[in-house]
């Protein structure tokens, strides 16, 4: 009876689908266990060999939980929402809906073929109406709510309503906007409607306000700085500028430090902990007010009645113990004051300079340490100390969103302000003084001596940086501070694809519509581009306004501002329903809440999450933030969302290349030695070499290309006369080289070729085998071949050609070693993630199973479960055709009996004189008399010792024997 994957990986699929074997419990007596994948989002690309890793991964220890006794929730959905597309439907037409149908069906269809333990019950979609109708909710919540620093949680508005109506803002500690005006309760009471809506936006979690956004004006949107690479967008490599812009942003810095003491209490890896504490970036200093000298636009300002023309710059420094040595400050080029404080002979200069940095990313402008640029503003800020003029500067290592988007320069304590100093021949001051020192004086370190200042004369770090501090309160330009570098989250994107807000406009200010008219359903568009006017794509809907009287959405025609009023359109990111889907698996039938408290109570929250570290910033700390939010407003009961996570590393292709010598229009495919000695000298007479990826499809195990294959291929039309300078055996040899799997690079490989070559579980056990899960390796299809004859070994260990052969005999004590033994490693190395181990493991059981002709069914029923998480679909057949009735997935997990372990017997080596001579075999219980009676009585000690008596015979219990002569 032969081994037939396909045959049986397709009955037990049916079976698992049939019969909701994976089907977890709402309600339960087991302890729950809730395993997670981070879901992928749909592509038309469909899923290769590198993404599946996790997943098996998380299905192994989901298995294992279940054969455990635990009610496990191990779910999938898809993150369904984004731009690819929209982009798809920008050049084709076709709906981004459709588009995404067809990617989910191919998806599960892949997904199915791997013979994952997921609830398909419960899966979700971001982009569904009735999900998205729960991120619309949740949008509402946060607008609907203020972080009281008193209690370090959000509440409800209408508490902050209550506070401002009995006692005004002046005792109120929020996170909220700079600057808000001090009113009393009878002021606020004075306000009308809207003034009171205009201040309370300055405090809600969510909020309306210009903003410097990254704009890709090709794609006619806002993007985050992980989707823009090397200043173009991910998407397309378009060019991406800075612009400012009125968008939703939400306060995720009011969660900055729970943010980072909820770390503390989680089991995720370091790296990953350090990278959030790095993006969070907690800076403990002051906050320091420079006074703008002498203002030139004081009476034009005065003019046009905006303001008084008296300005200060706030900056924050880590070490305001080094105040004297500031010698300029610096602006970011977009500051709200560069424009107020330029002098005229300035302003084309610095409007030049505007203009450039508008056209860089933030993230190349934060990684770009080489290049130093700037431009004076021709206007001076006042020292808070000295009084003296202190030059102010524009440049674009300045950030408009980081701190207060200023610097105090010092450039005898900072590296990069001492290269802007000396670029611009800018005076270097002393640190503590203010003296101006030489290079000489500087490269000697002399100036960082507490000297000559008058109050922080002889004072160590930490008490020079509180007397600055008391200093600068005491004249009232500075106090005390702790900065974060985690900035509020712009929430508004210009595109069709993705979550509308639940937002109408009147007189310009928002208005939440009532949760019990969700969803705002996305409307249809005839084009997914944005307005001619500018406007965001939604600007093409007819159909876009809301109806106060008739709570539904209704013809633009109708809007007159009375009882129709426009909509946002702007749409949510892509992060938005990604922030919460973990919550909405628990209860994802629920239309009455995103999820219930009983169900959040028993499910809790993520016990084990797996995904890509390339999240770390993004989706996770969102996610984080989202949750703490929800908490702190009584929705769900724990305050961090995953306790446990894991990052997969990647699996690498194996690129195959070919390599083009082109010379007179003459095309010729050379050896890879004739390319690495001649590619360095291209270009001369004519002649140009490259390299060109080659589809791997086409190369075989011994790296030869078919060349007719290649040429024939679509990909590869313009090559169809070329010449191939072929080795002695009539063979092109391709180059081969290890990098990220990628359908552009063209070695992807279908994880549907691997199942159907070889079987699913092949494939499953050979993604473990390849190394550890946390770590990157390469993907080699030749070595697949071991792991399925290891599979065809272990079947012939209950089948031969006429069936079934497993006995009821007893088992041997050398095969309950074998099996005890590979229960203890597998269940170590399951609870490690140290899943390559376990299938090395295997191999060695199957092998020594096989040495001693084991076919006990004592033996292979534990085996066939200890294996089922690793490869489901063999061991759910080994345990049908043993007689079992229904599935093998949620027996109980074999025990480990260190008893089988014990050995009764020790091989001892013999020595004689310190020299190993031979091996005896002797009972571990043995007393130490007994066993210099045995080893005398042998017959190769009688000849070793040759009539003679030993002086000496030395026995170690467990060990060793020698014997001095």
Known sequence: MKYNPNEIEARWQKYWAENGTFRAEDVSDKPKYYVLDMFPYPSGAGLHVGHPLGYIASDIYARYKRHQGFNVLHPQGYDSFGLPAEQYAIQTGQHPAITTETNIARYREQLDKIGFSFDWDREVRTSNPEYYKWTQWIFIQ?????YNKDAEKAEDIKALVAEFEANGNAKVNAVCDDNIPQFTAAQWKGYSGEEQQRMLLKYRLTYLAETEVNWCPALGTVLANDEIVNGVSERGGHPVIRKKMTQWSMRISAYAERLLQGLETIDWTESLKESQRNWIGKSVGASVTFKVKDNHNKFLHLLTGDDTGEYSIEVFTTRPDTIFGVSFMTLAPEHELVAKITTPEQKEAVEAYIEATSKRSERERMADVKTISGVFTGAYAEHPFTKEPVPIWIGDYVLAGYGTGAVMAVPSGDQRDYDFAKHFNIPIKNIFDGVDISEEAYASKDNVKLKDSDFLNGLDYKKATKKAIEALEDIEQGRGKTNYRLRDAVFSRQRYWGEPFPVYYVNGLPQMIEGKHLPIRLPDVEKYLPTEDG????????????????????????IDNVSVFPLELNTMPGWAGSSWYWLRYMDPHNDDEFVSKQAQQYWENVDLYIGGSEHATGHLLYSRFWNKFLKDRGFIVQEEPFKKLINQG??????????????????????????NKNVDAEGLNGVTYQALHVDVSLVNASDELDVEGFKNHPLSQDFKGAEFILN????????????????????????????????????????????????????????????????????????????????????????????HRTIKKVQEDIENFSFNTSVSSFMIAVNELTAIKCHERTILEPLAVLISPYAPHIAEELWHRLGHQGSISKVKFPVFNPEHLVESSKEYPVSFNGKMRFKIELPMDMAVPDI?????????TVQQLNGQQPKKVIVVPGKIINIVG
């Open 932 to 940: 210099e009676k045995a080893i005398l009585a042998d017959e190769r």
């Open 728 to 819: 002695d055996n009539g063979k092109y040899i391709v180059g081969r080289e290890v990098e990220k799997m990628s359908k552009s690079k063209y070695n992807v490989v279908n994880p549907d070729d691997i199942c159907e070559q070889y079987g699913a579980d092949t494939l499953r056990l050979y993604e473990m085998f390849l190394g550890p899960l946390e770590q990157a390796k390469p993907w080699n299809t030749a070595g697949i071949t071991g792991v399925s004859g290891f599979l065809k070994k272990l079947w012939k260990l209950y089948f031969d050609d006429n069936g079934l052969i497993v006995t009821s005999n007893p088992a041997s004590k050398e095969a309950y070693k074998v099996l």
């Open 650 to 675: 990647m699996i690498l292709g194996t690129s195959a290349f070919a390599f083009l010598k082109r010379e007179a229009g003459k095309q010729t495919f050379v050896s890879k030695e004739e390319y």
């Open 535 to 558: 406007q965001p794509p939604l600007g093409n809907s007819k159909e876009w306004a809301w109806s106060v009287a008739e709570h539904k959405v209704v013809s633009n025609d109708h």
């Open 142 to 146: 946060l607008f609907n709510s203020w």
